[in-house]
């Protein structure tokens, strides 16, 4: 059975790392860290409020530098063609500048992104626990494009024993409308209700029962989506259970070798 991670942007979403559950598990252990952290937003720097404030002081010191010295200089356009070019080149490249940083600056303040999992056959319901990763902008708006995202189904394209691409069939359904079916692809995004999906990547998702070998009972029954690895050219296909298996006191992992590349 096939995984896909997708992204979501506020819109944006890809189908795709501390989970949320090990995220808040860490902050209970490390209170004393949570309670500096947490207020500065160094759990995600880009959209914090710190971040933002020095990003916009620099867009507004290289805005001042610029008028500056275009206006103290502006006597240069009457001179010879050299001059005039190092003024205008000082001026485009310092305004191109303040542009770039100010589009980070909205970006940051106004942008949410997400990541999640899907298995397929599974269904992402919408809320902020459910996402594998979640980062929002102060100034960002609710999602509200969709109330669940279903993975239908995965198609692979082999050529020559090697994949060659992955197509996610998914089943948006958007609050009190119809449930509409989108096809996504990686370097093919979607836009639905201004929330964009994009793939992040596939893999291989079996199913895994591990059964205790003197009572017989299931100590494991679930699913496990394994990440793509490249050791020394060796492809695998491997990730950490999300369970303790008794007895255990590392964690256990589970390594695949697909015939397929």
């Known amino acids: 059975l096939g995984k896909t991670v997708a992204r979501i942007h506020s819109g944006d979403i890809s189908l795709f ?6 995220m808040e598990q860490w902050r209970n252990v490390h209170s004393y ?8 937003g160094l759990y995600s720097v880009f959209h914090s409020w710190g971040f933002l404030t020095v990003l916009m002081a620099l867009a507004l010191n290289t805005l001042a530098c610029t008028l500056r010295y275009g206006l103290q200089n502006r006597n240069m356009l009457r001179e010879t063609l050299g001059t005039r070019s190092r003024w205008l080149g000082f001026v485009i490249l310092h305004g191109s500048l303040t542009l770039l940083i100010t589009g980070g600056f909205v970006s940051g303040a ?34 509200n494009g969709f109330s669940s995202v279903s993975l239908e ?38 836009t639905y209700e201004g ?12 199913g895994l029962v591990i059964r205790d070998e003197q009572t017989g009972a299931i100590v494991c029954d679930a699913w496990v989506a394994l990440t793509a690895t490249r050791i020394q ?25 697909p015939r397929h590349a």
């Open 17 to 22: 790392s501390a989970t949320q559950e090990q």
């Open 33 to 40: 860290v949570d309670a500096l952290a947490a207020p500065l």
């Open 110 to 143: 106004t942008r949410q992104s997400g990541r999640i999992i899907l298995i397929e056959g599974q269904t992402f319901e919408e809320g902020s626990r459910n996402y594998e990763w979640l980062a929002q902008g102060p100034l960002s708006p609710r999602i």
């Open 153 to 190: 189904r995965v198609v692979v394209e082999y050529r020559q024993d090697r994949v060659v691409a992955v197509s996610s069939f998914l089943r948006i359904l958007p609050p009190g409308a119809t449930a509409v079916n989108r096809e996504l692809m990686v370097n093919r995004p979607f």
């Open 195 to 206: 929330v964009t999906f994009t793939q992040d990547k596939t893999g291989y998702a079996p």
């Open 233 to 257: 050219g060796d492809l695998r296909h491997q990730d950490v259970l999300p369970v303790r298996l008794p007895g255990c006191t590392r964690p256990v992992t589970i390594t695949l070798y």
